[in-house]
């Protein structure tokens, strides 16, 4: 988590629509056997998913 304090009055016109954001998710199943690094490496290779698709996408599915 980042906490960015916001501009000066002046130039928050100017940043609007500057910034953009890919994530990438995953859901399981609870009762499935898997691992948190397994979790991690499948969210992040949705991430590269979204990069890939050309950013500031998000790219969801379910953990096999």
Known sequence: MFVV??????EAERLEG?????IGAVTADP???F????????ADARLYEA??????RVVAGLLP
């Open 5 to 10: 304090p916001p501009p000066p009055a002046n």
């Open 18 to 22: 500057l910034v953009a954001v890919s």
């Open 31 to 33: 009762s499935s056997d």
């Open 35 to 42: 691992t948190a690094g397994t979790l991690v490496s499948a």
């Open 51 to 56: 990069k890939r698709a050309g950013r500031n």
